[in-house]
């Protein structure tokens, strides 16, 4: 086991020593709708900030399918959690993408929070020596505490030519709405960040087509490093695992309920010894253990073609959201089984089954995260047909 093999399994360790109390703060995570400090500390001391970083920056750089496993970890405790810091993590290796003196600035102290608006829903003007930045991104999630903000935009060329632009700006340099209102994921604090003519030096201003295909001038980190994963294809294979441990949170926090815990008027005094619940648990933890197995697959693959110093082919990013849509699938189809009979008990908001359940039903309405969207970008390609797609 090398050094950072060993340092990213005491993470995860430490990860799962964590779980109840990512679990009890739920409830904290809600009512402020932001995760509490307290998690964010403990995940720091654990190292999950680390695992996105070059390890010649003080990094774990841990690989593909060890970031999964802990994300999942964490999500397991509160989906919440483990959705910022899944989005932290992928932020902090976007850096990686960037040019070395970039990445100089960014990894100072080994672990990096960066949080990130995928969607060009920006300006940029250029000026002497970089750009004038201004436009909001909704949905930034973690904004509130990540000290760093991926954000595109787009600038038009004196032809009248547009192109898609990602920047890296310090969060301070930008103002955060109070517009998080939602009925799940709500502890993500996933609130509108803005950009008032702030100016961004050209050195932390990449194309889009470059950062998305890992082709970006100025940095020694390219070819057969084995981290090298496409940055869409990255994001949305790593956020799959936030499904799967929030699965497994549900499916912990009913069956621990079962024991001694009666079928309301009837004359069943055990819920676990009625059949249809046993059907409906049983059919959960399959559905989560195929979400799993078929996650590893896409997840071995990309790790696999990182490892020989190749970027993601169409097929390759494709093939992973296709799988991993169904995966999220399964998942939300195990916590709906699990919720069919789960009692009027269960909706108790001191009941962590329902947060589990409502964060599920909500994460899967993320446009990159919706199943039947990546089933139908699978289906084509399946087919013979263009994905039709630029977010591959």
């Given at each position: 086991m090398t050094e950072s093999d060993a340092g990213t399994a005491a993470v995860l360790d430490a990860v799962s020593a964590l779980v109840p109390n990512l679990r009890e703060n739920g409830t904290a995570a809600e009512d402020r709708r932001w995760i509490p400090d307290e998690n964010i500390e403990l995940l720091e001391k654990a190292g999950v900030f680390q695992l996105g970083v070059p390890r010649r920056f003080g990094g774990l750089e841990a690989?593909?399918?060890?970031?999964?496993?802990?994300?999942?970890?964490?999500?397991?405790?509160?989906?919440?959690?483990?959705?910022?810091?899944?989005?932290?993590?992928?932020?902090?290796?976007?850096?990686?993408?960037?040019p070395d003196e970039v990445q100089k600035e960014v990894?100072?102290?080994?672990?990096?929070?960066?949080?990130?608006?995928?969607?060009?829903?920006?300006?940029?003007?250029?000026?002497?020596?970089?750009?004038v930045?201004?436009?909001?991104w909704g949905f930034n999630t973690g904004c509130r505490g990540a000290d760093w903000n991926l954000v595109a935009g787009i600038v038009e060329h004196p032809d009248?030519?547009?192109?898609?632009?990602?920047?890296?700006?310090?969060?301070?340099?930008?103002?955060?709405?109070?517009?998080?209102?939602?009925?799940?994921?709500?502890?993500?604090?996933?609130?509108?960040?803005?950009?008032?003519?702030?100016?961004?030096?050209?050195?932390?201003?990449?194309?889009?087509?470059?950062?998305?295909?890992?082709?970006?001038?100025?940095?020694?980190?390219?070819?057969?490093?084995?981290?090298?994963?496409?940055?869409?294809?990255?994001?949305?294979?790593?956020?799959?695992?936030?499904?799967?441990?929030?699965?497994?949170?549900?499916y912990d926090t009913f069956t621990e309920r079962l024991p001694g815990k009666p079928i309301a008027y009837t004359n069943w005094a055990e819920q676990r010894e009625h059949p249809l619940t046993q059907i409906k648990v049983a059919t959960a933890a399959n559905k989560i253990t195929a979400a799993e197995t078929l996650s590893a697959g896409f997840v071995r693959r990309l790790q696999d073609?990182?490892?020989?110093?190749?970027?993601?082919?169409?097929?390759?990013?494709?093939?992973?959201?296709?799988?991993?849509?169904?995966?999220?699938?399964?998942?939300?189809?195990a916590v709906e089984a699990l919720h069919d009979v789960s009692g009027a008990s269960a909706l108790a908001r001191g009941q962590h089954f329902q947060r589990f359940h409502?964060?599920?039903?909500?994460?899967?309405?993320?446009?990159?995260?919706?199943?039947?969207?990546?089933?139908?970008?699978?289906?084509?390609?399946?087919?013979?047909?263009?994905?039709?797609?630029?977010?591959?």
């Open positions: 690989t593909m399918a060890d970031q999964f496993e802990v994300v999942t970890e964490i999500s397991r405790g509160c989906a919440s959690t483990g959705w910022v810091a899944a989005a932290w993590i992928e932020g902090a290796w976007v850096a990686s993408l960037y990894y100072t102290s080994g672990a990096v929070r960066a949080s990130g608006g995928l969607a060009p829903t920006a300006m940029f003007t250029p000026t002497d020596g970089g750009y930045l201004n436009g909001s009248g030519t547009p192109e898609p632009l990602y920047a890296l700006v310090p969060m301070a340099e930008f103002e955060i709405a109070d517009d998080w209102h939602v009925s799940a994921a709500i502890g993500t604090g996933s609130f509108t960040t803005s950009a008032t003519d702030v100016f961004v030096p050209a050195r932390r201003v990449v194309g889009a087509e470059q950062l998305v295909t890992g082709t970006t001038t100025g940095r020694t980190n390219t070819g057969a490093t084995g981290r090298n994963y496409g940055l869409i294809t990255y994001v949305a294979a790593l956020s799959v695992a936030v499904f799967i441990g929030a699965a497994k949170g549900a073609r990182a490892d020989a110093g190749e970027h993601p082919t169409v097929e390759d990013s494709v093939t992973v959201r296709g799988q991993g849509g169904l995966a999220t699938l399964l998942v939300k189809e409502r964060d599920v039903e909500g994460l899967t309405r993320h446009g990159m995260m919706t199943p039947f969207t990546n089933l139908e970008l699978h289906g084509r390609m399946l087919l013979g047909l263009d994905p039709d797609s630029l977010y591959l």
